[in-house]
Structures are given as C-alpha cells and as structure tokens.
C-alpha cells in the first residue's frame, strides 16, 4: 500500500477518534466491552485472523501511546508490535540522518554557474576565492566542483582563449566590419549594397550601390571610406567569394588586419549584421527603389540620419557621429533645465522630416525675446 492511501487511513482514524473523544465514558466502556466480546467470541472459534496490512500496522503503533496497549492486545503479541515500532525509528532516523552537507542555496548555485559560463579562463580555485574575497561567501574549491556546469555546454568549456565577442569588445574602437546585402528595385532589378562601420562609435563609414560586385569595386570603396591616418587595427567580414585572398592582401597594406568569420557563423559579425537588419526596417522595407541613383540618394539621407540624428541605446544612448553640422543642435542642449519633465525656458521643440517624413528628428530652438 502506497504512502497516500496510509495517510488516508491515519485521517480516518484521527476523525473517529476525536469523534469518540466528545462521547460519554460509559458509552466508550459499553463499546470497548463489546470489541473485547467480539475478540474473544473470534478466539473460542479459533478464527484465524487476516495479515495487517502497513496501513494497519502504523496505525497501531501510534494509537499505543494514548491507552494500556498491552492489555488489549489479542492479534498480535507485545514483542511484534516493538518491533514495529523499532522498524518505524530505523526509517525515520534514515530519512533525518540523510548523508553529506546540505546542498548549498539555489541562487548561489546558480551564480556559481554564471561565472563558470562568463569566465573561460578561470578554474574551481579562481571562483572560490572571487566568493570569498570579494562577496564573503565561503566555500571550498571541492564545493564549487559539485556545482560545476557541464562540458557539453560550450559556453563552459575552459580555455586559454577568449570568447569571440570579448575580443570584439576589448578592440572595438580599432575594429570596422562590413557586410553586403540586396535591394531589389521596382523591375525586379538586385542591387548590392555594401555597408563599413566603426564597431565601437557605430558609424558608417560608407555606405555605396553597385550591380556588380567584384572585389576591384570593393578595394576602392575601402580607399575612399579609410583616410590614410586612420587608426583602425582589425577588419571583420564573411566568406563570401567577393572578399578574395587578393582583397585581403591588399587591405593589410592599408595597415588592417583581415578577421573571416567562421563558417555558418553570423553573430560573429553581429554589428553588422544588425546594422542590416536596422537599415531594412527602418529604410528599405518603406522603399521601392526606381534606380540606382534613387536608392543611393535615399540611403545617403539614411546613412546621415543613422550617423548624425538617430540615438543608439548601445551608446549610452548618444550619436555615432559629433560633427560641425551639429554644433546648433549642442548649443540648445546646454539650454535644458535640470528638471525632468519640464522644457527649459524661452524654447520651442522643432521637428526635421528624414525621408519624405518616414522618421523625424527633434531638437530645440531658442525663441527670441
């Protein structure tokens, strides 16, 4: 019988019991007389009794404890019941006694694995000294292993490496990426577009049409978007054929070291792979391009917008580019007030259409007094 149904019956009996409880005591003596007649007509006709089930059994051992259970005894003898109760203390004993150390609160487990994931290079030792030193919680070396994440979890093997995105973090000031992606015009015409940006300002270099890419065109977009004391170090692309082995060798005279992604591995180059998918949402996919020179007028105004206009949350938020042409713009921020939710005197908010009024920019004006 399972553990429910000898919780099942304990309630049961608990319920008659504490009904029997509110009865009279002559009541409860007539009935215990007439059980023990009952017990003793069983007897004299030599009725053999049924096996207790575990159910039975519990409940016996507990009911001991509130009468003279000896005396009514006639199943079962004293030295059986004892031994069901020594049983009883064997089980609960076990279940209090459970071996090993209580295993350690759910969210230090958890930030255990979090810094195994967020640090390839360090060890046990290494994590155990950060909790110690650093949040006063102290375990040992032997403890953080019992938590360790598993090794088929890429994110947790260890390594004397770095993790790709830390090294584009560390050197995204030096680094540009680019990528190319189609536009497709109002005949059903593919243009390519190819797109340059500074990883760590986010601005795009260049931004320029063609519909034929060749790896001659993509060399001399690279002379134009990179003045010759520029200070970038490293260059991210693709694999695709456009970006040849002639091209590389070329781009590493301009001082820049090629980085290929891997293969079948886009967030390698996340930047600007978002940057893509931000100039189709917020530009091509309103668009149905004409020409050529339509669809490099229109990105030229997005581009400027993208660079000059458009916050980015990576920035803090800020403006990729801080140029001359927005010197009036800095000006009138030095006007605001500190005080959130009010504009600051003697101005008015003005708004520039971008793209025929698809996006608008704001800024203040002064008013003259």
């Known amino acids: 019988m399972g553990l429910a149904a000898t ?24 009935e215990n007389l007439f059980l023990r007649k009952q017990l003793a007509f069983y007897e004299e006709h030599e009725v053999k009794p049924r ?50 150390r209580p295993r350690l609160p759910r969210n230090l487990r958890e930030l255990i694995a979090q810094m195994a994931k967020e640090n390839p290079t360090w060890g046990q030792g290494r994590v155990a000294s950060e909790l110690s030193l650093k949040l006063g919680i102290y375990v040992s070396p032997r403890t953080v292993r019992a938590y360790w994440p598993s090794e088929p979890d890429r994110r947790c093997r260890r ?29 059903f015409r593919v243009l390519y577009v190819l797109l340059v940006m500074e990883v760590g300002t986010r601005k795009i270099l260049l931004c320029n049409v063609t519909a034929h890419p060749s790896a001659t065109w993509t060399l001399q977009q690279f002379r134009e978007a990179l003045p010759g004391d520029h200070a970038c170090k490293f260059l991210i692309h693709d694999r695709d054929s456009i970006f040849s082995a002639s091209l590389d060798r070329e781009l590493e005279s301009f001082g820049l070291r090629v980085l290929r992604t891997p293969v079948r591995a886009p967030q390698a180059n996340a930047y600007c792979e978002r940057l893509v998918g ?25 581009v400027r917008h993208y660079n000059q206009g458009r916050p980015h949350l990576s920035l803090g938020p800020g403006i990729p580019a801080d140029t001359a042409d927005s010197n009036k713009e800095r000006a009138i921020r030095q006007l605001r007030t500190r005080a959130r939710h009010r504009l600051p005197a ?14 608008h920019e704001y800024y203040l004006e002064k008013i003259a007094a």
Request: glycine share 2%.
């Open 7 to 30: 919780v099942s019956n304990l309630s049961v009996d608990l319920l008659r019991f504490l009904k029997a409880a509110m009865r009279s005591r002559s009541s409860l003596v007539a």
């Open 51 to 100: 096996r207790l089930t575990d159910a039975a059994r519990i409940a016996l051992v507990f009911w001991s404890h509130w009468f003279e259970w000896k005396q009514a005894l006639t199943i079962v003898q004293p030295e059986t019941l004892i031994r069901w109760h020594r049983r009883g203390f064997k089980l609960f004993w076990r279940w209090k006694s459970k071996p090993g």
């Open 159 to 187: 390594t004397s490496s770095q993790h790709w995105r830390t090294f584009v973090r560390n050197h995204a000031r030096s680094i540009i990426a680019c990528d190319f992606l189609v536009a497709v015009m109002a005949r």
């Open 278 to 302: 931000t100039l189709r949402r917020e530009c091509l996919d309103f668009l149905i391009p004409l020409s050529e020179n339509h669809l490099r007028m229109m990105l030229q105004e997005w």
């Open 346 to 359: 003697h101005c008015e908010i003005r708004a520039r259409p971008i793209l025929g009024g698809l996006h």
